[in-house]
């Protein structure tokens, strides 16, 4: 069965299992201690420390391994924090942050600390000089990922050190995307990164801090790690991710490019395969591997219950929102369309075949989802003999509000009542109705749908059709699209 979510968590590399199962009978001594035992097991733990700062780019002495990433972005962004109180409480993140730190942040803000969420463009890309004028006399701490989890946009990473350099501000690197295909350019401050993104064990995290970085662990003292991950440390593991990510920075120039060549593929033949397709994230300064696109006139969920059927596994949008109704925070930052969102992930090793078969299933699965929806025809198209029809089983329960209650106003502008309706219902309705008008007429869509309030107006550019806007209704928001065309 194909995996195509390597973003959330890689398959455990060869090299991890094997350095993984040698180490149980060498590394379960305490390292602290001088008898021959802990002396193996330090030896082990030195080892992994000096191989990971090689890869990370820093000395051993600036880097501890924690029990996960999200632990090393929470200890690296309140640690740095805590060191600066002093200098001030103002912290500023891009609005396209992983969860985590965005977390981090809001944790931040609820203390009383104060923050800047600095926005990206339409390709989740943020601005060196957006980021420059959100520093303050009394900031920090920045924090910018080196590369987005979801649409995999590089962030310009080198270019923001520098600026936060010259303020004397420290900037935090959030590498866990990024780390397997090499290590983080720029004057950067505090690195956190996760074993398991990579093809490492689960449960090792890093974190690096420079020398010179005033930073005060959190919590009560502890004598491990540089008193920043407190507790035993798990040697068989760590020594596992070390020999992982090393093994896969062998491979990385390579594979890099022999998956970048299977991700161009996807974004060309995405949007000839499947119409009413964008897709998003930047097209050239982006992570080799990944690629997001999302479908008009499909149900998100339906949608990967259906690829899971067809032995794909594939996640849509964030995967910490994944099991959520709410949009993507990143696409919604973006402002692109998040109704039948995908995101692939091909994890090193991936066969060329299994690209071309999955977009050969993906193109029945949307237009088995969009008909059975009652999407437009010219969406929709004939459901390919390939498809085993159980699409339109998983979503039969969304197809009877597929039927819009349009009514027309006295000037011939329609209004479309979809509340109490979910994605991508009320787009639809809107698709329908807007071909009853002519040029210039208006459709007022009434939704309660949080999704509709990004989908609409990404509905209005992809069809390039004239957003007015919105305003507040009874149990719900109206939203007012004019016919350009």
């Known amino acids: 069965m194909p995996y195509f979510d390597a973003a959330s968590s890689a398959p455990l590399h060869p090299v991890a299992r094997q350095a993984l199962q040698a180490s149980l009978d060498e590394g379960w ?32 002495d600036e880097l501890s391994f924690t029990g996960s990433g999200t632990q090393s972005v929470h200890s690296g962004i309140y640690g740095s924090l805590s060191g600066r109180r002093r200098v001030g409480r103002h912290l500023v993140v891009s ?23 600095v926005a990206v463009d339409r390709t989740g890309r943020v601005s060196p000089e957006a980021y420059a004028a959100a520093l303050r006399p009394d900031t920090a701490l920045a924090a910018l990922q080196s590369a987005n989890h979801e649409v995999g946009t590089l962030q310009p990473v080198a270019e923001v050190a520098e600026l936060c350099r010259a303020a004397e501000v420290p900037l935090f690197v959030d590498a866990a995307q990024s780390l397997a295909w090499g290590p983080v350019e720029g004057a950067w401050s505090i690195l956190a990164a996760s074993a398991h993104k990579w093809g490492g064990p689960a449960g090792v995290g890093l ?14 003292p502890d004598e491990r790690e540089s008193g920043r991950a407190p507790g035993f440390e798990n040697i068989p593991a760590i020594v596992a991710a070390a020999a992982s990510l090393r093994a896969v920075r062998a491979e990385a120039e390579a594979e890099a490019a022999r998956l970048r060549d299977l991700v161009d593929l996807i974004r060309a033949r995405v949007v000839e395969v499947v119409p009413e397709v964008e897709v998003v994230g930047d097209p050239v300064r982006r992570l080799p591997h990944l690629v997001t696109f ?32 709410t949009p993507s925070h990143v696409l919604r930052a973006m402002g692109v369309l998040s109704e039948g969102n995908v995101r692939v992930s091909l994890p090193f090793g991936t066969p060329a075949e299994d690209v071309d078969r999955f977009l050969d299933v993906l193109t029945w699965v949307v237009t088995a989802v969009r008909t059975k929806l009652g999407a437009p025809a010219a969406a929709a198209g004939p459901v390919t003999a390939s498809g085993p029809g159980t699409a339109s089983e998983a979503a039969g329960a969304g197809a009877g509000a597929a039927a819009g209650n349009g009514a027309a106003a006295g000037n011939g502008d329609l209004t479309v009542d979809s509340l109490g309706r979910l994605c991508p219902i009320p787009v639809i309705e809107l698709a329908k109705a807007i071909g009853d008008l002519p040029v210039g007429g208006v459709v007022t869509v009434l939704a309660d749908d949080e999704a509709a309030r990004l989908d609409i107006p990404a509905w209005c550019e992809m069809r390039d059709q004239e957003y007015l806007g919105e305003h507040p209704v ?12």
């Open 474 to 485: 009874d149990g719900g928001t109206a939203y007012r699209v004019r016919r350009r065309s």
């Open 294 to 325: 999302s479908c008009l006139y499909v149900d998100g969920e339906t949608l990967l219950h259906e690829l899971d059927r067809a032995e794909f596994s594939v996640s849509s949008g964030s995967s910490c929102t994944s099991s959520t109704l």
């Open 95 to 117: 609005s396209v942050e992983h969860s985590s730190v965005l977390h981090s942040a809001a944790s931040h803000e609820a203390a009383g600390g104060s923050l800047t969420e």
């Open 29 to 60: 001594a305490d390292p602290a201690r001088l008898y021959r035992e802990g002396r193996r097991a330090r030896l082990l733990l030195d080892a992994a420390r000096e191989a990971a700062a090689e890869a990370v780019g820093c000395r051993p």
């Open 207 to 220: 974190l690096a801090v420079r020398k010179g970085v005033r930073f005060a662990p959190q919590g009560p």
